[in-house]
């Protein structure tokens, strides 16, 4: 029961900091079709839910196969269990209302047959106020319990690769590897991994988001692991990378490179300072080093209930860190023909600046 208790404290808290937000602008009601805002908002964890923000209520809709989940999960809100779709249940609700209704939505989640179906039921009287990233906003800040969530979550995948790189060696598939590594995590506690775990070996290494195949791992070659596990609802995200045999100079000099610009970017995070100073902090380092061409991506991204979340640390993004907020810092370098190198590990904003909450060691490993 306690536990319940502080969900339903936590779930009352967010929708009520989501009514001020959406208050300004001047809507009668909120639409949320997205499932990870209405599990952040109310609790409910199924596959079919639509969640509609009154000023002074709020209601899940979903459907029969979620009545007794519905039940145990939801709190602050009422349940609606709608027969004959979510999508008609919600535009009956609205017409039943009187007067226009001014409907705020997100507009990158409501797809155009659900808008469409809502306008026909409802008619001219509904009128739609785009309110994009509304919640995502919100979510980018952890509370207290999300913060020690996204710890236990960061501890596990950190354990994980920590025993898994042991298995990592010439002869095993970049599938097998990955296959011990979400076994792993699944008996450790989690619920799955938070993405397809990259193993990437060889050349493919210089691919970024390389999917593992059934490629053997060789001797004298880069292998890059990015692996992340679902605990309790949140996501971690971890990359090493490491190398069969005994590297060259200019592999452990790239290594380096990476390990340094990954410190400059986490040494810059502090609240109040933008996106865009984290991800220059780390791609000055690379052109000192004359090898900016070689990264390729921004330096990291947001994370919580999804695996990419507000903010993104790149190039542009004025967003403003605030405390509470968890990133990843991810740099790499993808030199063609010779492989990839990334290091990346979540960090929590702080008053007084970085947390790394992911704990493997970043010691260049030659195995």
């Not at 970049?174 to 008996?187: F, G, H, N, Q, T």
């Not at 619920?191 to 001797?219: D, M, Q, Y």
């Amino acid at each position: 029961m306690a536990h319940k208790t502080v969900h339903a404290k936590s779930a009352r808290s967010r929708i009520h900091r989501l009514r001020l937000s959406f208050s300004t602008l001047n809507a009668d009601a909120l639409l949320v079709t997205h499932l990870p805002n209405i599990r952040y908002l109310c609790g409910f964890t199924g596959s079919a839910g639509i969640l509609l923000v009154d000023p002074s209520r709020a209601t899940l809709y979903t459907d029969s196969r979620y009545t007794l989940q519905a039940r145990q999960e939801v709190y602050d809100a009422t349940t609606v269990i709608a027969p004959h779709g979510l999508i008609r249940a919600v535009g009956e609700a609205l017409k039943a209302r009187r007067g226009a209704i001014r409907l705020a939505f997100a507009p990158a989640q409501l797809t155009v047959a659900q808008k469409t179906a809502l306008q026909l039921a409802v008619g001219s009287r509904l009128r739609w106020l785009a309110a994009p990233d509304l919640i995502e906003r919100q979510r980018a800040v952890k509370d207290a319990d999300e913060r020690a969530r996204m710890r236990q979550s960061a501890r596990l995948i950190s354990d994980v690769w920590t025993a898994a790189v042991l298995n990592v060696k010439p002869g095993v598939s970049e599938l097998a590897v990955a296959a011990d590594i979400e076994r792993s995590m699944k008996l450790q506690g989690a619920s799955g991994p938070s993405f397809e775990s990259i193993v990437a070996s060889g050349s493919r290494s210089a691919w970024p988001h390389a999917r593992p195949t059934s490629k053997l791992l060789r001797k004298n070659e880069l292998v890059v692991l990015d692996q992340g596990a679902i605990l309790r609802g949140y996501c971690s995200d971890m990359t090493r990378t490491v190398f069969l045999g005994r590297s060259s100079a200019r592999v452990r000099s790239l290594y380096h490179a990476v390990l340094h610009a990954q410190e400059a970017a986490i040494a810059a995070i502090r609240p109040g300072v933008s996106a865009a100073s984290v991800d220059a902090a780390a791609r000055k380092v690379f052109k000192q080093s004359g090898l900016e061409r070689y990264f390729t991506h921004s330096t990291g991204h947001g994370l919580g209930l999804e695996i990419h979340e507000m903010p993104r640390l790149g190039r542009g993004e004025e967003t403003l860190l605030e405390e509470g907020m968890v990133v990843t810092v991810e740099p790499g370098l993808y030199v063609e023909r010779l492989g990839g190198i990334r290091i990346e590990d979540e960090v929590l904003v702080t008053a007084q600046g970085a947390e790394v909450l992911t704990s493997a060691s970043r010691e260049f490993l030659e195995l």
